[in-house]
C-alpha cells in the first residue's frame, strides 16, 4: 500500500533485497502468504505471465469478506507487480494502532481517502486479530474501556510477556464480518486504541450509530472504499512485472503465449 496496490507485500528479503515483510509495521502481523503461494502456483501452471500477484492480492481480499459472509464488488483488474519494496516506506505511511486517531485520519486523507471512507475501512475490525503488543496498553491503563471487556483479555495478555498472543478485533463475532465492530465502540469494546478514539469525534459518532444500526448501510459503503483501495495507484502497460512467483523477482521477463486464449483477462485498468 505505500506504493500503491502492487504486491510489493510479497516479496522476500535476500542477501541484496530488502522487502516489507519484516518492516515494524508488518513483522510478526502480517500473515498467509502461503495461501497467495498456492493461488499464484496453481494459476502459473493454467495460465503462465498472465495473472499478476497484486490482482491475486485484490480478488483474495474480496473473496475472503464474501466467505465470511460479508458483501461483494467488481474487483478491477490488470495490475502489474512491484519490482521494488520500501520497508522505509511502510514504517511511515502505514499508521501504527498505537497511535491516535487523528494519524490514521491524516494518513488515509493523503490517500485520498475522506473521513467517512476512513471510518469505513476501519469496519474491516470486524474480523482479523491483534497482537498483545498492540493492545496492552489499552487493557491496563485506559479509562475508556469496559471492565469486564479489559479483564478477560489480561488473561492472554499478561503485562510483561506474551507480546505475540493473539486476540480477535471484534471479540462478539470474531469469524463473521458484520457491523457488530460499530456495535462493540458505542459498548467501549473496542480492541485498539484508534478504533475506541472513533466515538469521541462529534462528527464520526453518528456515522458509528449509523452504522451499528444498519448494517447495510455499512456493507455498501465498504464495498466501494474497497474499490476505491485496490486502485491506489496501480502498474499498468509496460510497468512493473507479472512475477513467476509473488515472493521474488523474475530473473528474466519473456511473455507467454501458452494458453493465451484459455487465460485472457478483462483489463480494466488503462
Partial sequence: MPQGCDASILLDDTANFTGEKNAASNANSVRGFAVIDIIKSQLEDL??????????????ARDS??????????????????????????????????????????????????????????GSHTIGQ?????????????????????TSLRQNCPTTGGDNNLAPLDTTSPTSFDNAYFKNLLNEKGLLLVDQQLVNEPTIYSQITEYSNNEEAFRTDFANAMVKMGSLSPLTGSNGQIRK??????????????????CQLLYSFS
Fill in 245 to 262: 512467483n509473488c515472493r521474488r523477482l523474475n530473473e528474466q521477463i519473456s511473455p507467454s503465449t501458452r494458453n493465451v486464449m484459455k
Fill in 130 to 150: 491483534a497482537r498483545c503488543t498492540m493492545f496492552r496498553s489499552r487493557i491496563y491503563n485506559d479509562t475508556n474501556i469496559d471492565s469486564t471487556f479489559a
Fill in 47 to 60: 495460465c503462465p505471465g498472465v495473472v499478476s500477484c497484486a490482482d491475486i492480492l485484490a480478488v483474495a
Fill in 65 to 122: 469478506i464474501v466467505a465470511l459472509g460479508g458483501p461483494s464488488w467488481t474487483v478491477l483488474l490488470g495490475r502489474r507487480d512491484s519490482t521494488t519494496a520500501s520497508p522505509s516506506a511502510v514504517d511511515s505511511n502505514i499508521p501504527s494502532p498505537l497511535r491516535s486517531l487523528i494519524p490514521q485520519l491524516y494518513f488515509f486523507t493523503n490517500k485520498g481517502f475522506t473521513a467517512k471512507e476512513t471510518i469505513t475501512l476501519l
